[in-house]
């Protein structure tokens, strides 16, 4: 298996760098340095990325992460002190974890060099300005670029220029690489054994908590080394029954609540491998085939994300694709239409925001883009909710699906 | 059992604001919302606190949220629509999480609300300017604090003056108080049950993996509803034997690597209850009693413990606690040393940076602190590190731990 990515990235980022005069971009979050480096950090801020205008790409790792960083990155690659191999230091990210773990000094070292060799001192420097959702890191606690490293970069690129390349990631983050592709198709293969597990463990007498472990437990143990998958993890949220409704149907918080036989379970799952997310969810019954109204929602559903995949194609509006869903539900009768995003993008994080599949959105679908499409109902009268999602990369016969387009009550899979 | 804060939070801070000039915070990273409200958000962004210089702060939520509020929170509640009520909206935030889920108009309307309420127009804004280290919400994907948010803030305050509310923050957050301490006992207390779960589960036979599922899911299966626990969860680290060497010894990553008899393995645990955070690290030796110099380091590494719980009485110095614990490993005379802190704060967050326990630390502890302890040896002779941790509570008498000062090698547990 292929692991190395290419600097198809960076040529794309310089690019656009080239067009808004930008001489060098610095990148502290997790989910840049996938993009750019296929590199998945471990510690929060502990893997640092710099982009000329031209010429080479630079990944700064800590220098026990040399090996792991080799196995997906070719270019130049430099490392720090941090942790095993470093006192505490001082200095402008002294108030953030970089600080607490000593890194600064041996960053901002390699960033004066950078910035001397590619003679971007003085000029316009790219920081990642506007990311306020952000994906976390291995160890989950999340970093975020504020205002000390706002300072640190004006310092080493002696600079009062800084400027916001959110947009800029937007644009090329959106359309997935080949590399890209091979990536999700894993992390959706792993997503389907939290799925599974989800469909054994979601029964009565289980409470929601021990089904969540259930999940996350199988994507764990069975993900590592699937496929060549090195870090993985499951995030997921189990509801049942009432607290489906009383807890807020939609996004529910998972409880030590215990199914009852007829309940509604419903899984809302995050899965990450080696930086790449997948986003699923899937209502079951425990115990039961469900009311005739149930099982008529689940039926609307199905097609519903059917109709949306077939209108995402290249060149299609991110409005179009909503709204083949969400006429499907509606024409159905069916009482309790979602009120929330037909769905989004995703893949470098959990949610991604382009394209956002929202009535009248905007966004041009183009091929390669990777959707999660989560059609639904809510109400009393399901005893909750009824939502399917699933992943699915843009092509010109309509999108894909990653996973297989199984409807959650029992019924036999049916292939995409 | 009482779950209600009080507003002693918000007082503090405001006499600070008071210093310092500012006429009213805004808060939006899930961490500072339990400071000051004790509400848990539920997904990032969806929990926004607004603090006036005088008078009742104010806590907004989403409106299926409202009863989970008014758990914690008396004070003024307001609820906004989002996901199960709202369109997707335009405006400042549409770059960000609470764009993506329709809620920046309803936002925006309760803080224009209160900014004339409060004459807030035109002043002093508090915003979270340098937390580029952050707790995530309930649903994990993380939040942050960036430019639209400042552009917002501008905007509905009518003001170019945002203050950063950092310093004040850290102030206030490092010394627990009563309330918090409560929290801080349930979730040391369920970080045990995961504790013990390692202890069963690191045998030969089992992968890395299959370890930190077994302690994850002892975390949310025993401790959703424990002394009335609501939101739990384990967020652990496995490794093992020569893992721990060529990955990086300390803060290893979990792979799918087999335990063999006589590894080391060593768990690093973060363990989440309703915003509250423990951080515990425990090593064993698989299925024997380990050598000789492992149950030497084993020893030292327990005393290093002892030694800088008794070193952390009010009014000694951060640097004194890492010095008491430093000073017994080296005088031990085995080879490596731990060469990071001896510890950090803990709490609201899985790493806070106040009192942060370096050589030389100059910060000052009080009474009421929560640290985290974590001296350790680092080395080939020892088949990868040997370290403990654990959380305790600065008092007069030297800091209290709130887990059992257990040896890691199967000795039977000595109470603190």
């Known amino acids: 298996m292929q692991l190395l990515t290419t600097d198809q990235r960076v040529r794309q980022l310089q690019d656009r760098m080239a067009v808004h005069d930008v001489d060098a971009c610095v990148f502290l979050l997790p989910e840049n340095i996938v993009l750019l480096t296929g590199f998945y950090v471990r510690i929060p801020g502990l893997g640092i990325a710099f982009v000329p205008r031209e010429g080479e790409a630079s990944l700064m790792v800590p220098s026990y992460d040399m090996d792991r960083a ?13 942790v095993v191999d470093a006192k505490p230091a001082t200095g402008p990210l002294t108030k953030s974890l970089q600080g607490l773990l000593g890194v600064a000094d041996g960053v901002q070292a390699h960033l004066s060099d950078l910035c001397e060799r590619h003679g971007a001192r003085g000029g316009r420097i790219g920081f990642e300005g506007s990311f306020e959702q952000v994906s976390p890191a291995i160890l989950i606690e999340p970093n975020c670029v504020g205002l000390p490293t706002q300072a640190m970069l004006k310092q080493v690129f002696a600079t009062e220029e800084l400027f916001d390349v959110f947009e800029l990631i937007e644009q090329i983050r959106a359309v997935k690489t080949d590399y890209d592709l091979e990536r999700l198709s894993v992390v959706n293969e792993i997503a389907q054994f939290g799925l599974e597990a989800f469909h054994e463990a979601a029964v009565p007498g289980s409470t929601d908590a021990q089904v969540r472990s ?8 069975r993900g590592h080394g699937y496929r060549g998958a090195r870090s993985v993890r499951g995030l997921a949220t189990v509801g049942s029954g009432r607290d489906l409704v009383t807890h807020g149907w939609n996004y529910q918080i998972t409880t030590g609540r215990t199914i009852e036989e007829g309940d509604l379970v419903m899984v809302e799952m995050g899965t990450v491998a080696d930086g790449y997310w997948a986003d699923n969810t899937r209502t079951v019954v425990a115990g039961a085939a469900g009311t005739e109204l149930q099982q008529q929602a689940d039926k609307v559903v199905w097609q519903a994300i059917r109709a949306a995949l077939e209108a995402a194609v290249p060149g299609a509006r991110a409005g179009d694709v909503d709204a083949a869903a969400r006429r499907v539900c509606e024409e159905s009768g069916l009482p309790g239409v979602f009120p929330h995003q037909t769905g989004h993008g995703v893949g470098y994080r959990y949610h991604e925001s382009t394209p956002n599949l929202v009535p009248n959105g905007d966004a041009i679908l183009r ?50």
Request: hydrophobic share 45%.
């Open 214 to 221: 259930a999940v996350e437990s199988a994507i764990a143990n």
């Open 70 to 82: 080799r196995v997906t990155w070719s270019g130049d690659l430099r490392n720090f002190s941090a």
């Open 367 to 416: 091929e390669g883009m990777c959707i999660a499409v989560e059609p639904a109902f809510y109400g009393l009268e399901y005893g909750g909710g009824v939502r399917q999602e699933h992943n699915a990369i843009v092509r010109p016969g309509g999108a894909v699906a990653l996973t297989t387009l199984d409807l959650q009550f029992g019924t036999a899979p049916v292939s995409a």
